[in-house]
């Protein structure tokens, strides 16, 4: 099966600094990746779409500045959450769709990546 | 805009009995339907999706889903629930030949013994 990671699962940091999550595609490439933000029993939202080599495009409200993402391989995607504050805590989750001829209709998530600010 | 809706948001079962999840999806062009699960502190597993053909759909762990087009729905049923089916179960929308996805707020699944 397809396997997407994400690194770390659980991270905790002071208010102001900056935290790195890490996306990767273990045993496939992956066209576009994507990243959401679940709050404590709620939905999804997706944050952003990032393809490789690209910029991402960031859905509506989401502010670009705080969120950075690189998307630097075809198996790689780094989400920065930059200058963290406590509202900023949240599980964040990657996924990623595999570069394939035709629409297969499947997303691979990763495990998810429980931030934390101090 | 696409949107989901999952009436639910807890539903309890016991063991061996039947379920279905309820899920309403609004859209003014044509989507493509899925169901996924998250087990605790997991990323989501994709359970089953209607993308065209039959409308019931069969997926892993003897979940089916039935789309119902003049309802706008997509509900997933199980004739006989188990103990491990306990998790969150999300149903998401996907505009035609696009990954991005629109997921519902999700329908916590509690199977007790």
Known sequence: GAVVSQHPSWVICKSGTSVKIECRSLDFQATTMFWYRQFPKQSLMLMATSN??????????VEKDKF???????TLSTLTVTSAHP???????????????????????????????? | AQSVTQ?????PVFEEAPVELRCNYSSSVSVYLFWYVQYPNQGLQLLLKYLSGSTLVKGINGFE???NKSQTSFHLRKPSVHISDTAEYFCAVSL????????GTGTRLQ???
Do not use: M, W
């Open chain 1, 52 to 61: 490789e080599g690209s910029k991402a495009t960031y859905e509506q409200g």
């Open chain 1, 68 to 74: 950075l993402i690189n998307h630097a391989s075809l």
């Open chain 1, 87 to 118: 509202e900023d805590s949240s599980f964040y989750i990657c996924s990623a769709s595999r570069l394939a001829e035709g629409y297969t209709g499947e997303l691979f998530f990763g495990e998810g990546s429980r931030l934390t600010v101090l």
């Open chain 2, 7 to 11: 009436l639910d948001s807890q539903v």
């Open chain 2, 65 to 67: 889903a039935e789309f």
């Open chain 2, 96 to 103: 035609h030949n696009t990954d991005k996805l629109i997921f």
């Open chain 2, 111 to 113: 199977v007790f013994p």
